[in-house]
């Protein structure tokens, strides 16, 4: 069972990336998806999550207004795009299940392997 996040790289202050979650080894669109991001010497964050069918979404205020969480349950997909990047943004960024909400906030369950998005110019 694992979850892999895909689509980081190097962006300029100001632009965008697309970032995916997919699933091997459990049906994705059974679970509430949970983006979290760790900066290097930071603790990891959560900063984003989705219910199941898309019914909710979560949104720290770090991210709030500039991230967009999305899904495709069809595909077995989850999206999280990034927009108005800037250098506190920098990060390993993972997505995970959810095995509860608390607050809208994901606990997270089943991890996968982060991606590296850095924001510099």
């Not at 965008?16 to 983006?35: H, K, M, P, Q, V």
């Not at 506190?88 to 299940?97: I, R």
Request: hydrophobic share 35%; proline share 2%; glycine share 14%.
């Amino acid at each position: 069972v694992q979850l892999q996040a895909s689509g980081g790289g190097l962006v300029q202050p100001g632009g965008s990336l697309r970032l995916s979650c997919a699933a091997s080894g459990l049906r994705l669109d059974y679970y509430a998806i949970g983006w979290f991001r760790q900066a290097p010497g930071k603790e990891r964050e959560g900063i984003s999550s989705i219910g199941s069918s898309g019914d909710w979404t979560y949104y720290a205020d770090s991210v709030k207004g500039r991230f967009t969480i999305s899904r495709d349950n069809a595909n077995k997909v989850g999206y999280l795009e990034l927009n108005s990047l800037n250098s506190g943004d920098t990060a390993v960024y993972y997505c995970a299940t959810c095995r509860a909400r608390v607050a809208g906030r994901c606990l997270p369950d089943v991890w996968g392997q982060g991606t590296l998005v850095t924001v510099s110019s």
